[in-house]
């Protein structure tokens, strides 16, 4: 059962989506059987446009406009306005027909019974319901106050509720509502024009639309427009793209289309309610960036949906998903119904998640501060690390570590992801706006993000390390980010459209590191030639910001780290000055002399005759062994040992982080918890 919080927004909704029928925008088709003089006549002429291009008529030339509307004919419509693209399957008997397309993509999405005799007309009730379907209005609990309530059917009469308080419906003469009446053509498309207001297959700038709005193709931008009804973005959006900047929405935002990199929404805009109805293909992808707000979402019933940026309260239905992407912080989710799944991924944040629901997996490695497991819920997973946990529920809560029998709580061990701490904040609604700054210090990707998606800011200043090696960060044009002295971006991918400098006091800790990929129209001749990867399987791009001894910038970046698979790889990477950092991704022999500063080995190495590794560190996940010597360790170095790592080499014998049998003492060791570094200890 929906909870109250979304039941009256959609009230609301619904209330703010009362129109008076649209006017004709463009050229429409001409029925003999329409005239100007009919009460219709705005409305069909409408929806047969070439801008809806929904009605084309009989066949004949005719709309016939006192007929009664089938359910094919209803299907068609539908699938013409929200861009239908998914199929069910159907009885051979309705198959190769004019309607089998728009049967089989109705019955998809759920807004007519699979069942259906595609040739029935609709009824009242009937008819009232598919439309409230489509555009996912839901049914009002209680009587309507029609004369004749008690005739409708029980399974109908939420919706004809719903209709009725929004007045898209007003009977039939006497406070009579005519439930099992046939709803003829022109009737329902009446109805359809009093919820919607336009269509678009293309970008929308600077308009009020009053009513709701339907976007029917992917790659659509909305830029200053105002919605007071629903926002729907169709299902014809496919997997593709749709950007909302500076766009304020009156009622919903409903997703039925949309894929990984959409929905956009930016540059300020206002999204009270947003609801994620989309089937097949992609999760449906919410990026809220910068200041702009959602402030409450709904996940439908086994739909899919993945949200990067601040949202105050999430539902989710059962048999759905949710991802919050890193940079997300969501203060409440309720996850209201079974087969649930909620993925908390590194760098964001659920500040309380309430389960009223059966078989719920909450993971990741993100932060979730606080689990509440309603009573009679069972079977629940929480993996997430630093987690409290209240059960009220049937049976223990399965942890990482362990159990939380009911009745108790208990938090899970370990530290999640740091949770983003920086928002900028929006301007003021009076006339003079919130002064925002042009320039920030960031501490977080999160942060950095935040900064980046802010219109106002055109310079970031990082002083630290911000490491995600899954993230991906985009640099727009206009802005510049400053790595400071110890600022460094170790990252998967990197866009840069705008600028990346270093401004540290002899740029030995200002520098970058990828592991994916790097692009954008930023980039200069020495970031390019920055890559320094050696094998398509392992690449790398890292730079570090070259200055003089005084701190004076001078030529830029230059390589400093190598991702090597051999040794003549080596022995090229040894040779270049500018590189202090040398990462081993494949095993192979050692058989030259060499010296670097910090050496990453990820695979099993033979030493046959001598390393020195100084004054850095070396980070093992694999081992090092041979005849020959592991030199240049003293207690400044510190050796990082992952699972069972072995260095077995020159008087360092060591295997797995629980040895203590060490025979060296100058070596400093940090070992592997499996969940962070341990306590540092001398050999």
Not at 289 to 304: F, R
Request: glycine residues 10%; hydrophobic residues 40%; proline residues 3%.
């Amino acid at each position: 059962m929906k909870r109250k919080m979304f039941k009256q927004v959609t009230a609301l909704a619904l209330a703010a989506m009362m129109t008076i029928g649209s006017s004709v925008l463009v050229s429409a088709k001409e029925f003999p059987d329409v005239k100007e003089s009919d009460w219709f006549y705005n409305a069909v002429s409408t929806w047969s446009n070439d801008s809806y291009n929904v009605l084309v008529g009989d066949g004949n030339g005719y709309f016939n406009p006192h007929a009664a509307m089938t359910f094919a004919e209803l299907a068609t419509v539908l699938s013409k306005t929200f861009g239908y693209t998914e199929k069910a399957e159907i009885p051979e008997a309705y198959q190769n027909r004019w309607y089998s397309d728009a049967i089989a993509k109705a019955i998809a999405v759920d807004v007519i019974p699979a069942d259906v005799e595609p040739l029935k007309a609709l009824s009242r009730e009937e008819a009232v319901a598919v439309v409230a379907r489509a555009f996912d209005i839901a049914p009002l609990a209680g009587e309507t106050s029609f004369a004749d309530n008690a005739e409708i059917s029980e399974e109908y009469v939420g919706y004809v509720a719903a209709f009725q308080k929004a007045k898209f419906v007003a009977g039939t003469g006497n406070n009579v509502f005519s439930p099992k009446v046939g709803f003829t053509r022109a009737q329902i498309m009446q109805i359809l024009d009093n919820i919607l207001a336009d269509i678009t297959d293309a970008d929308m700038t600077d308009k009020v639309i009053d009513g709701s709005l339907i976007i029917r193709k992917e790659d659509t931008t909305l830029t200053d427009v105002t919605v007071n009804g629903d926002l729907i973005v169709g299902q014809g959006v496919g997997d593709g793209d749709v950007t909302l900047d500076n766009v304020v929405v009156k009622g919903r935002l409903v997703v039925n289309g949309g894929g990984s990199n959409s929905i956009i929404i930016k540059g300020g805009s206002q999204i009270a309610y947003a609801v994620i109805n989309k089937t097949g293909g992609e999760a449906a992808n919410l990026r809220i960036d910068g200041d702009s707000v959602v402030t409450a979402l709904e996940v439908n019933s086994g739909k899919a949906a993945r949200v990067t940026g601040n949202v105050s309260e999430v539902q989710v239905s059962a048999n759905a998903t949710l991802d919050l992407a890193e940079g997300s912080m969501v203060e409440k989710v309720v996850i209201d119904g079974e087969k649930v799944t909620i993925f908390v991924h590194d760098g964001a944040t659920a500040k309380k998640i309430t389960i009223e629901g059966d078989e719920v997996s909450i993971q990741g490695v993100g932060r979730v501060e606080a689990v509440t497991v309603a009573a009679g819920s069972s079977n629940v997973e929480v993996g997430t690390r630093g987690t409290t946990i209240t059960n009220n529920g049937v049976d223990a809560v399965k942890t990482e570590t362990g159990e939380v029998p009911s009745g108790e709580t208990v938090t899970t061990e370990g530290e999640a992801s740091t949770p983003p701490s920086y928002v900028v904040p929006p301007a003021s609604s009076g006339s003079t706006p919130t002064p925002q700054p042009t320039t920030v210090t960031v501490n977080s990707l999160n942060e950095l993000r935040a900064a980046l998606g802010n219109a106002n800011i055109t310079t970031i200043h990082v002083p630290i390390g911000l490491h995600n090696t899954d993230a991906d960060i985009t640099i727009p044009a206009g802005k510049t980010v400053v790595l400071g002295n110890g600022g460094s971006l170790r990252l998967r991918d990197l866009t840069i459209n705008g600028s990346l400098i270093g401004n540290g006091n002899g740029g030995s800790w200002a520098y970058v590191l990828l592991w994916g990929s790097l692009s954008g129209s930023g980039l200069n001749s020495d970031m390019t030639n920055g890559f320094v990867g050696t094998t398509a399987a392992y690449t790398a791009y890292s730079w570090r910001w070259r200055t003089t001894a005084d701190g004076v910038a001078t030529t830029g970046w230059w390589p400093s780290a190598v991702t090597v698979d051999s040794q003549a790889g080596l022995s090229d990477a040894v040779a270049v000055s500018t590189i202090s950092e040398i990462q081993i991704v494949d095993d192979f022999e050692i058989e030259n002399d060499c010296t670097v500063d910090s050496l990453h080995i990820y695979a099993d190495v033979t030493i046959k005759n001598g390393v020195t590794v100084s004054p850095g560190f070396v980070r093992l996940r694999g081992s090092v062994t041979g005849a020959g010597t592991l030199a240049g360790v003293d207690s400044n170095t510190e050796i990082y040992l992952v699972g069972d790592s072995e260095i077995n080499i020159s008087g360092i014998n060591y295997i797995g982080p629980a040895a203590t049998n060490l025979p060296n003492s100058f070596v400093r060791v940090i070992p592997w918890t499996g969940s962070a570094w341990g306590t540092p200890y001398l050999l």
